[in-house]
Each structure stands twice: as C-alpha cells, then as structure tokens.
C-alpha cells in the first residue's frame, strides 16, 4: 500500500516499557461497505516497488511505491548449511574450502564487501546491518563480536540468501540483528560468497574490513546503591549514554519523599563530576559517590542524562537503605529500632540507667527489630531480665540475628532467623526459627558455666559471619556452630511472658557491627561448657519458651522417622514407616501446618504388633488428608516410659493437576514462554491454547526432560523451542498472531494423565503494520460515525457535529506509531478545517460531543497547519502546540503522520520531517487510533487510512544515516513559526481552525 512511497522518521530511541490492555468483541467488529473511492485515490497499486525520490511527493496517490526497507525479512538461517562452512567446533581456513561445482569467474573475481552500518553509537538493542551489494554473491555471512576487557565474544555468525536481504537495483543490503544484544562495544565483519545451492565459497574472514559500534540507550539504567548498604557515603553507578553525554542529573528521595541534595545542592554532575569507563564486560559504567554523608533511612534514586542538546528519559527507581554501624544508648528515644509484636516498648530508667524495656503480654512474644538488614555482623547488647521464675519455670529473653519480619499469629514467635537466649536460672539456648514459625533446637537449654549474673545485667554476644556463628555470654564463649540456612537478615530482641506476672526485659545498651569492622575473637568454649553443651544436647529439657528445670528420663528408645520426609507426595493417604525400636507400641503424631500456626490432625496409638515387621514399623493414614503443608513425628512406649519424640518430618500432599503461571494478562512478545508449577517426577507434559474463536493454535506433548525447571519449582518452555516440530498430535506455529488466547497444562505421573489445570487467559499485543489490503483486523470504531475498509483503504465518512474515532486494540507505553492518510475536500480550495489526526496514549472514555480522552492528539488539515494537543482526565484539552504553519504538509493529498513516544518525551513528524518534540507526563500508556471532526453543515469529505504500523522502542531500529549523525533536529524555518504560533496566544480549537 501507500506506505512505502513515505519517508525517514528520523532517530527513534529505544527502550521498551511494555503495558497492558484488552478490547472487546464489540470493539473489534468491523463492517464492510464497499464504496466509490476519490478520483484521486487509484484503484489499485502497483505490485512492484520501484525507488523513488521520497522528496517526490504527489498530490495524489502516487502510482509507484517506494520504501526504505525490503517487503521481505531476512530469512533467520538457511534450509541446509553447506559442509563447506566451518563452525565454531571445528575451525577451518576460509579460502581453502572447495566448492562442489566449478566456479565462475564471477566467483573467481570476488570482492571484500563495503560496510556502511551501524558505526557509533546506535540506540536499539537489535540495529540493522547494511553493506552494498555485491554482484553475483550468492550469500553473505555477518559476524558479530562483542568488545570486552577479557577479550572480543562473539554474539553470532549466520548466513544470509543474498536474494532475500539485498535489492540489487538500490545497490544495498540489509538484515537486522537476530538477537538482542546487551549496552555495551561491539564490531562487525561481513564476507560474500559466491556460487550456487550446489557449492559455494565465501571470502577470507580475516581480511574482510570490519566497523565499531557502541549499543546505548539515551536511558540510563540505574544499578547501585541497590538493597541495603553499609557505609553512609554510597557509590552511586549506571550505565552511562555516550562518551559525549554532557549532563547526568542525579536524583534522590529520603523516606519522606524530601529530595537529597547532591553534588553540594544542584544533583547536576557535570562532566567529569562521574567517572565513566567501560567495564570488563564491554558495558559502559559511570559512577559517582557524594561527599556529604547519608543518614540511616530508607531512599530511592533514579538517573537522567542530557544528550545532544536535551534531557533524556529518567530510569526506573532504584530504593536503597543505608545500615550503618549502631551504637545506642537509649538516652532518648530508639531510631534504629521498631516493634513487631506483642507489648509496648517504653524509655526509662533501671539501676541508674537509661533503657528500653517492655512488660510483654501475656502467653505469647513481645519482639524489636532493626529497621535495616544485615548480613555479615557482630551485635552485642547489655540486657536484664527481672529475677525469679513462674510455677518453677524461667522465661526466656533473646538476642536474634539475620531475622525475618514475619510472627505466628498464635504465640507472636518471631521468624526467620537464629536467636540466642538465657533465663534467670543461669541457663542459655541457641534456636533455628524457620519460616512456617517453626523452631529447631541449634542448642538445647544449657548451664552456663562462665560468668553470670542472674539477677543483674549481661552481656549477649553473637558473631555472624557467612555460616560461621558463635555465641557469647558476659565475655565467655558459649556455643558456635556452622548453618547456612540464612544468610542476612534483620537483628533485635525477644522475650516470653507465660503469665500475669510482670517479668520486664531491660535494654540498656546494644551495638551493630558489619563484620568487616570488627575484630573477632579468637577465645574458644572452655572444656566445663563443652561437657555442659554435650550435657544438654540428650536431655532435651524445656521449650523457647524458657527453661523448666527438669530432665526427660526416657527408657524407651527414640524411633527413626523413614517416610514421609522432606517431600511432595501425590496421595491423600500416605504410609507412615518409621524402625522398629522392639519396643510395645508406638505413638504418630501428624500435624497441619497453616498460617495461624500448627493444627493438630490426630494422634494415633499404633500396637506393635500389628505394624510391624521385618525391623520397620508402617501405618496408612485411614484419614483423607487435604492438599497442604503436614509435620509428623513417632515416639515409642516399652511399657512403662515413653521415648522422646523423633525429629519432626515435614512433607506436602500435592496434586497433579499443575498449576498455569504465564503468560497471562497482556504482552508483547508474539513468541510466549509458558510457564507452570512442576509436577515432581511427572514423565511428561501436554500444554495446549486456543485463540478467541476456539481453535487449537497450539499442542505441545514434550517429556519432562525437555522442559526447563528451576529450583523454585516452576517449569518453562519457549514458544520458538517447538518451531518445526512434526510429532504427530503437536501443533507448533512459528508466532502468535495479535489477539486473545488461552491456555492449560497437564501431566503424565505414573504413566496417568492428570487433570488439565486451570485456564489462563493472555492477550498477544505486538507490533503490527496494517496495510487493509484483506482485513482491518484489530480495528475498530469507537465513537461517531462507521468506520469501512474497501479497495485497500480503512476510511469514515463520519458523523456531523462531532468527533468521529477508530483505535486498535491494544494498549501500548513506548513505541513509534505512524500511519498514511488523507481528509478528501469536495472543492479545490484547501480549508484549513476541519481538524484530523492520529491518537497515542488514550484511554476509554468520550465527552458528550464525541472527544475521546485522556491522551495525545496530533493533528493537521488540509491548508497546511498542524498542532498537538493534551486531553485530560475531563475531556479538557490543552494545546502544546497551537495550530502552526508548516511546508511538510501535503495540502489536500496524502500525508504520512508519526509520532515517537518514550517516556514523557514525543517526537511529531510529518512526511519525514522533525516538526516539533515535546516532554509531557500525563499519561504513560494508552491506545493509538484516529480522530477527525466533521461539522453540521459541511460533508467535507471522507478521511482514509492507507497504511498504519506500531513499533515497540526497544525493537525500532535506526537508519545507518541516523545511527552515524546527529540526531534529527528542527529546522530553523519550521522553529520560527513554532514559537510564532505560541506567541500569538490563538490556539485555535480542537476542531479546526476555519479560515476567515
């Protein structure tokens, strides 16, 4: 169609911000209305597309069509790659392979190829490559490297058919980059061969000329500070635009929104205020660290740059907090410090000193953590809990370390993380909280041989450093161990209070250490304590709740749990096997495990026996268990004492009906990856989806084996890794077309289908170029008048007195939207109203004349004037540029619209030409469509679409002209009658603007 007779857009920078969005049925519906099409539009249009001149532009449509790119794509490998290329296994010299037919002379004659792009700094992820044909050349090969401190990596080689990626009448090549590649140094080398399908030879690699190229985006991406750091002076790095950058601003909020002042109050860095270098990994970096020193407290940044001549999009937030050292008193109030539950914590005085104390609440937790993470650290802290027990028991009060945030809903028990106590009966624990709130004993409660003072202050001390832990009471190492289980975490306090009785728990002072300032001890546990630990460790006395004084004297031995243990399981009535210990009979305990703590399910006295033989003991639970989370333990009874209870075994009554993840909502990519919770040991998987009208588009029947599963226990496969399979029963499209889809999965387990999980439904919304040669698929009116398609065209007659708009279906943020159309005039003279444009960013609603908002409206007419204008919320507009002259305009002929939108920046385009740009945050998504104003007493002529094409920023690549030269800019003459029309103060209307 029409299209291709258009011109460069000029530069279009690219970084994809995806959004979402749906339409209906109602929506999508089209009619069809044949009709008389104006004399000045051909009836049809040539199938072949000659260059032209796009300086050239008709005043009707033009009978040759011309295009910058090639009606086809680039062919991604070919059908049969020739044993005369050598690979990456097994290299081999080029020139020396020998073709299986004779070459020509041509091939004899053959010439290095002539690049001319990309060179410089190119701002797309997957940039076209252009070279000049050469004749005769039978294919080329592209290879591109990537440039890194550790040397070039090669990103790609692959072969291109010379006849599918060349217009030899033009003279010139291109493909685009099949992968997407990362910000960073690169070059390229292309080489020709020569030949046919029977054999060819291509030219040498080595001596084949080659060009640099950097990737950028004008987008920063910001990297650190990012989580939580441990120096109030944080370095600040992202990867830097371009060499000739001159501005970065630096932005930053505190925890109250307040922004920090940087570089001494400006937040600009100048040139030479960053350090930018390229990295090890060919990425370019800038960095830059502030001498003025950051409060503990939670911030957030973000970074922009001002390149060629303008500020550039911000990037995404990055939030941060700083943790430094603490070192509190408590003289006046707890900063570093918040309570996670149970009693109030107060300021006060104890023995002469200023504390933080609580009373707790009864029968449960009270608990205080930092406000910051930390990893690797040494805390210590002096505490007092008030003397005396309850009925013979010892509360117990706790210094935890590399802590969750989460409590159990029953007891407050804090979780996750490692906490280390003592009571006032001289005794000392070490506990493993995990995150259903469980507690494993590290070590049991202890005597505490050292010193201790029971009705007085200690000091509690505990080092963290990677697995390694030890504790220490009042000086004396107590216990250390090695656990991996957590590695950073929150620090704090903990205490129990069973009943009424007031027990408070003192702080008088605590410090917070990172590991790396301090200097840990080389003191070891002494041969007393030792024996004391090794004591304890089989006498299993008391509960984290505190110390009860006494000792479990078990005569019957203790079972060994088997099965079920530490797993899924995919029965609702498991076997329970457990040693037998010879003992009479047993006791099962089994558990659910919820939010609000554990429930029991039953416990069940189990005669040996009837349950027993051969050395091992099994029950089949006669109870349906439900799918959830279970804990188990077995104890023996010789006959006169029970043994204590085996370790708790957890496992999970699963189902094998997966559960459908992604995709779902709506995306971008026309190439899916799928995406479902595995099915532990499953033999295989069938994954099918339908689009809107029921039919199968995909069936897919792999083995688990050719399924990616991570640790998480989420499965994945690509939509492009069954591209050709032939598997009877498989159906595998290349793509999905634009639309609504959805999908299930289900698994084989024990060579058993199960049932299909739930479905998910997705919407596919990629790029889309409609040319309304066969169908207007997507499109569809929304207000006014019908909307047809006929003889190639899209086209409304409209409705009088109001506005009269079509949109597509999808919702998009970043893209570049252009599209070709014409407002037909039923006389010679072009009025300059009324007003047409194409829409960007809108939403779903109208005023009561039909204006459709919020949104972007950039328009023109056919007297040569052109404007743009911001729709609010409440159908309110505002223009950003009134209605202004320019020459771009084809007066009362076609005209080929774009707008590049990226963040709150805009590009405005007509036929080629940089109009006007524009930095506006109002709305950051929305549709794009097309709107015109009909009047009441004037028909005015039909508006036509010829051709509409959307292009997400992340894969819109830039012209070789536009990659190697400045960015295209305003010309003076368009400038002066922009500022002009600004000037005069007359906007004009959304409607048009009638001449007088």
Known sequence: MLASTLFNTGIIFADDVPADGDVTAEQAEVTEEPTAVPTEIPTEVPTEEPVADPTDVPTTVPTEVTGDEPTEEPTAEPTEIPTEIATEETPTVDLTLTPTVTPTEEVISAQDVTLTGPEGTVYTRTPYFYWNYEEDAYKYQLFVYQKSLNGDIKMFDKLYMASKVCDDDAGTCKVKSPTSLAFGSYYWKMRACYGDKYGYICTDLESAPSMEFVVSSTTPTAYEPNGTIYTNTPTFTWTGVADDTEQYYLQVYDSNGHKVAINGGTNILESGD??????????YICSYTDAELFDNGS?????RAFYSGKWRSYSGYKTFSVASDINENFDSYAPDFTKLAGGTWLMGTEDGNTVYYTNGVSKRMTNLRSKYIFDDVNLTAIVKRAAGSVDGSYPASYIGVRMGKSKSSSTNMWYTGYIFGYTTAGTYAVWRVDTASRVETIQPWTEITGTFNDDGWNEL???????DFTFSINGDEVASFTDGT?????????????????????IDSVTVNNISSTSVSGASISSEQAAANLAAQSSSTGSVEGYDGGTVHSQATTPNPIEPSNTTIYTNKPTFKWDDTGDEKYYLYLAKITTGGIDKVYGKTLLAETYCSDGECAYTSASTLSQNDYVWKVKSYDGTDYSDYSDNQYFTVGTTMPTAKKPYSTGYDNQPTFTWTEIVDAEQYNIVAYDSSGKKVISWWPLAGEVTCDADQICSVELEDFIGMEEPNWITPESLDNGKYRWRVRALYNSRWGIFSA????????????????????WSRLWGGKWYRSNGYYYSTGSPKVMNTAKYAYVYSDFTF????????????YSSYPANYIAVRMGNSHTKDLQWYSGYLFGYTNAGYYSIWRVKGNGKVTALQPWTETDAINKGDWNQLTVTAEGSSFEFYINGELLTTVEDDNDSKGYVGFEFYRPASAYLGKFYVDEAQLTLIESTSLSVQSTTSSQATVSAEQQALNEAAINSGIEGSIEGTPLE
């Open 274 to 283: 960053a350090t930018c270098e390229t990295d090890e990994d060919g990425e």
């Open 299 to 303: 911030y957030k940044w973000r970074v």
């Open 461 to 467: 001390n505990v080092t963290a450093e990677g697995k």
């Open 486 to 506: 957590y590695s950073k975490g929150y620090v704090g306090f903990e205490m129990f209070r069973p009943d009424s009785t007031i027990l408070p728990f003192y």
């Open 759 to 778: 479905y998910r439904d997705f919407t596919v919304a990629s790029e889309f170029d409609s040319d309304f040669t066969s169908n207007s698929k997507g």
């Open 818 to 829: 252009t599209a070709v159309v014409k407002r037909e005039h039923t006389s010679q003279t």
